[in-house]
């Protein structure tokens, strides 16, 4: 696929390295995921667990936990402070955060965005018990997406130019990491409108790049990792089609793309240098608004938040993307983040505010198993977005 060059040259200008004031951690009881999307889950069942729930309430956010048990049905276990705020997006329609990975679980700790207060709260996860271990600054403003992989974590700032902010993690902590702050040059507003913000933050499976989807400017941006996590000055800018949003890898070298303005999903091959070439055309699902994807086995489920449905694709032998179903499972609540663990897919429905839970069958078909009610539900341009497992 042909790099931007114009725009690829324009955002560079505006690049710069921020952040060389060192955040503030803030005192709080001792100080602060997903799984490998690679595997993407299997279809095998019998393990329990449990989901954790982001109410990013702007009074103070909390995270609700939710025991699992073997067949995918889940029961309240407690709700928990972050010791932040949360916060939104403006003009969101249903999801406040306008971003995928806002709550991750890795290696054992959960971690999570304030967007309100501009910090990351960890937890360390004992079963369906969190013990809060430190809630840290960003690195910028509004974060709302954060990736981990080994003992690297860098969070997405969304908030006037936007940037990444890089992390070492060790024994339950981030400490945050010289040189490895790198702006966007979006030059939105803080909070930035929820179309302009942008929405995901993501280490590739080898550890050597961190991108982030930038719905606005219709591109991804991947920054180089050095040896001690830090970024590299600029990035690599590739064109990645019509409101890029969430993405997800199916190899190595290659990831699915969301393309929520084109109500499409797109194939792309990660370089070595860091450029997205996209593989075949888009696939088009005739839903609305496509936005949040995860993978379970060999099929990738994508939450259209325009007609509250579920759609399912899969890349075939021959490495063609194509789509299963149009209409996976219908939510009838406004469709937004999702999170998948032992064979079971999660989904939170932000209008209905309720999370729905549906087994994977081995033919990638949906067979809805619990529902939780009584979660905060989008209004007022506020509601619940974040959603993880263990």
Not at 74 to 103: C, R, V
Not at 150 to 160: E, H, M
Not at 345 to 369: C, I, M, R
Request: one cysteine or more; hydrophobic letters at 35%.
């Amino acid at each position: 696929m042909k790099r931007s060059v114009a725009l690829a040259a324009a955002l560079l200008a505006g690049l710069t390295s921020v952040g060389s004031t060192p955040g503030t951690a803030l005192a709080d009881g001792g100080g602060p995921g997903h799984h490998d999307d690679r595997k993407g889950g299997e279809y095998h069942h019998g393990d329990e667990g449990a989901l954790f729930v982001q109410t990013n309430k702007a009074e103070g956010n909390t995270i609700k936990v939710y025991d699992r048990d073997e067949d995918g049905r889940l029961t309240k276990a407690g709700e928990y402070e972050t010791g932040g705020l949360g916060g939104f997006t403006i003009g969101a329609p249903l999801d406040a955060l306008a971003s995928q990975g806002s709550l991750i679980y890795h290696k054992g700790l959960l971690f999570a965005v304030n967007a309100g207060s501009n910090t990351v709260t960890v937890f360390r996860v004992e079963g369906t018990k969190l013990h809060k271990l430190q809630v840290i600054w960003s690195g910028g403003l509004l974060p709302v997406s954060i990736a981990a992989r080994g003992d690297l974590v860098y969070v997405l700032n969304a908030g006037g130019e936007g940037s990444v902010q890089g992390f070492e993690l060790h024994k339950g902590r981030l400490s945050r990491i010289e040189d490895a702050n790198r702006s966007l040059g979006l030059h939105n507003g803080n909070p930035p409108a929820f179309g302009t913000a942008p929405a995901q933050v993501k280490i590739d499976p080898d550890s050597e790049f961190v991108l982030v989807s930038t719905k606005g400017a219709n591109v991804m941006f991947s920054y180089e990792i050095g040896r001690h996590g830090e970024l590299a000055s600029n990035p690599v800018i590739s064109d990645a089609g019509n409101t890029p949003f969430g993405f997800t890898f199916d190899t190595e070298d290659s990831l699915l793309v969301t393309e929520s303005g084109a109500n499409a999903v797109s194939r792309f091959e990660l370089e070595d240098d860091g450029t997205l070439d996209q593989v075949g055309p888009s696939v088009p699902n005739e839903q609305q608004a496509p936005c949040w994807i995860q993978r379970v086995g060999d099929y990738f489920f994508v939450a259209n938040a325009g007609t509250s449905t579920i759609s399912s694709y899969r890349v075939n032998d021959d490495g063609k993307l194509e789509l299963v179903k149009a209409v996976a499972a219908d939510t009838g609540g406004g469709s937004i983040d999702m999170t998948t663990s032992d064979g079971f897919l999660y989904v939170q429905n932000a209008t209905a505010g309720n999370v729905q839970g549906y087994e994977v069958n081995e033919d990638g078909s949906l067979k809805l198993v619990t529902t939780v009610e009584g979660l905060p539900k989008f209004e007022n341009g506020i509601g619940m977005e974040g959603i993880a497992a263990s």
